[in-house]
């Protein structure tokens, strides 16, 4: 494992720019840009074993790592008139609450 495993790196497409953004979670603020998603990557890659050497060279500590493991639950706290809403809908659509909320989700987020 390379040093720079320790940190998340997104490549995201930028509206506002007109190409991909490139970050480092954590390590740098701004990033790397670029029209090519796969070469945003690489560059983002470089960045970050250059600033892991910053770190090294100057002798400060690095921040702590971002990767981290998920366990696939998190509590959520929507309020009584929303839990109540989301409850019906998914008894209307004969789900659990669980299995709608996911569904939901999943639709919102990964689509």
């Known amino acids: ?5 320790r940190y998340i790196k997104l490549v995201e497409w930028s509206p506002e720019d007109g190409c991909y953004a490139g970050t480092s979670l954590g390590l740098f603020s701004g ?12 560059k983002l890659c470089e960045m970050i074993d ?7 060279q100057d002798r ?4 702590p ?3 981290k493991n998920y366990s ?12 109540k ?3 019906v809908r998914a008894m209307e659509s004969g789900k659990s609450l669980n299995e709608f909320c996911v ?5 919102t987020v990964l689509s």
């Open 31 to 42: 990033g790397i840009h670029g029209k090519n998603e796969v070469e945003v990557y690489r």
């Open 65 to 67: 790592a971002t990767v």
């Open 85 to 87: 809403a989301i409850a």
């Open 60 to 63: 400060q500590k690095l921040p």
């Open 1 to 5: 494992m390379k040093l720079r495993d």
């Open 103 to 107: 569904d939901a989700l999943e639709e």
């Open 72 to 83: 696939g639950k998190f509590l959520l706290r929507t309020g009584t008139g929303l839990h």
């Open 50 to 56: 250059e600033w892991i050497e910053i770190y090294q």
